[in-house]
């Protein structure tokens, strides 16, 4: 990252000590044994992943500011030496700065440090304005989110959740206790603008929203609505988008592609414990393999679906303070069905440690979307203090 940045940012921190100031500290550490996600004739990878993550929090009125900090490590040189590993090394967050530095290699092993997320910001009873390296929340998919072009969620990784922020200045305006305008402008690596302007608010039956994106080389318009059905506790939701967009062939020439993409789902939690969602997606154009990685770099990435139609269901259950367990199951519907399943058990020892054992299974015709790939297992521990 910049120094002139970092300077900033701990000038800032340091300067408004008659701010509350808090931190928090986190370790992830996870046991993966994968097949590889891009070389699939090469042997299976056993790595250690270890996430040191520091929190940074301050506020000041209606002030506030963040900054977190990780410290990411993986040894086994099964995993470092592939080439999955190859790509992550050479992937960034699509941001006009940099958020993290190279990677450093040792022994079996490599390591790099980066800014997860790192932010200055003023909110009142009206207004929330927020300056940095963000999260931009969209869409009410629980299993996927096809309106959101800024940080979409990656139902099939290991940490669904944890996604590169955006460069980015953020304004919400509540025009009242029901409804409110959003207007976004990122700045992507080679210092282009994508902007975003929407509106939300609750119709009497639901929370219905609109949302239009524009970039130099995205446009999209799009909807979202939520809300639950009559008494039942039944919650329904769905998100589509319009979206037109270019991307590069295997000649490397720009062509323009349009298409509908949307989802529809529903919620519901039992008295025993039980969480319950089902959810589709449907895209008016599916793309190939080849497709998506000759466009890694699109603001669509995301939306390249293999095929045309998907179904899941996510299954939470909650046996007593200490045991949970979940189960992801998404089912594609291509030429040939295969399906992607995701069984996890999680403890909780106490506030300060968690424990998960998970796995991550392909099944279908070896042609198939799916199909194709190798299981992955894995265990997790998280600490916190």
Do not use: C
Request: charged share 20%; glycine share 8%; aromatic share 18%.
């Amino acid at each position: 990252m910049n120094g002139k940045k970092v300077f900033f940012l701990l000038l800032f921190f340091g300067g408004v000590l008659f701010g509350d100031v808090n931190y928090r500290v986190t370790n992830t550490n996870i046991t993966v044994s994968q097949g590889s996600n891009i070389d699939l004739q090469e042997k299976r990878q056993e790595y250690n992943y270890n996430r040191f993550r520091l929190y940074l929090d301050y506020s000041h009125e209606g002030y506030f500011g963040s900054v977190i900090g990780d410290g990411v490590n993986y040894f086994g040189d099964a995993y470092t030496d592939s080439n999955d590993f190859a790509y992550l090394k050479n992937s960034r967050s699509d941001t006009s700065f940099s958020t993290q530095t190279n990677f450093k290699d040792y022994g079996n092993g490599a390591m790099y440090a980066k800014f997860y997320r790192a932010y200055v910001g003023y909110e009142d009873a009206k207004n929330r304005a927020v300056a940095g390296l963000q999260n931009i929340s969209m869409g009410v998919g629980r299993i996927w989110t096809p309106t959101n072009i800024f940080n979409p969620k990656n139902s099939y990784a290991i940490e669904p959740d944890e996604i590169y922020g955006v460069s980015a200045l953020s304004y919400v305006r509540h025009l009242s206790d029901t409804s409110h305008v959003t207007l976004v402008a990122s700045q992507n690596s080679e210092k282009k603008f994508k902007y975003r302007g929407g509106y939300k608010g609750y119709l009497g039956f639901a929370d219905v929203g609109v949302n239009i994106v524009y970039s130099d080389k995205t446009k999209m318009f799009a909807y979202e609505i939520e809300g639950n059905l009559a008494d039942t506790g039944i919650e329904l939701r769905s998100e589509a988008g319009y979206i037109k967009s270019t991307l590069f062939n295997v000649l490397n020439q720009e062509y323009e592609v349009e298409f509908f993409q949307g989802i529809v789902g529903a919620e519901y939690g039992f008295v025993n414990g039980i969480t319950l969602v089902f959810e589709t997606i449907y895209s008016s154009k599916d793309f190939t393999y080849e497709e998506t990685l000759l466009n890694l770099n699109s603001d669509i990435l995301s939306n390249l679906l293999n095929s045309n139609f998907y179904s899941g269901v996510s299954i939470a259950y909650t046996f007593n303070l200490f045991l949970d367990a979940s189960l992801l199951y998404i089912e594609s519907f291509a030429d040939k069905n295969s399906r992607f399943i995701s069984p996890s058990l999680n403890y909780t020892l106490n506030d300060y440690n968690s424990f998960t054992l998970g796995a991550q299974i392909y099944n279908g015709k070896s042609e198939s979307e799916f199909g194709a790939y190798k299981n992955s297992y894995f265990f997790k521990w998280s600490l916190s203090f």
